[in-house]
Nanobody
Framework: QVQVVESGGGLVQPGGSLRLSCAAS????????MGWYRQAPGNQRELVAG???????NYADSVKGRFTISRDNVKNTVYLQMDSLKPEDTAVYYC?????????????????WGQGTQVTVSS
């Protein structure tokens, strides 16, 4: 089994910064894609940023130039550095990780979500 835990959310003023972390743990063999999504009240969950194992990244247009995603393949952790935050960035941020893990049945693919962390941008 694989567990995914996010941390780093909170309240910040417009123009401020926050850094989110997401750590995957368990009998992990390999992690392929790691990504951050967000969901504001009344909205659908949307992709914010993603990163593949080789390091290639992609971003939502609304966060390009302000957010930076990175990963540590040794620690099975993905980060989201959020700068120049705006009130419209307020949402619950979720981490998603997919890859392969060991089980009693052999290797199996997984895709796991974290529990979410609240980010509020307000003066």
């Amino acid at each position: 089994q694989v567990q995914v835990v996010e941390s780093g959310g909170g309240l910040v003023q417009p123009g401020g910064s926050l850094r989110l972390s997401c750590a995957a743990s368990g009998t992990i063999f390999s992690i392929y894609n790691m990504g951050w999504y967000r969901q504001a009240p009344g909205n659908q969950r949307e992709l914010v940023a993603g990163i593949i194992r080789g390091g290639r990244t992609n971003y939502a247009d609304s966060v390009k130039g302000r957010f930076t995603i990175s990963r540590d393949n040794v620690k099975n952790t993905v980060y989201l550095q959020m700068d120049s935050l705006k009130p419209e960035d307020t949402a619950v941020y979720y981490c998603n990780v997919d890859g392969r893990y060991y089980s009693s049945s052999g290797y199996q693919d997984f895709g796991s979500w974290g529990q979410g962390t609240q980010v509020t941008v307000s003066s």
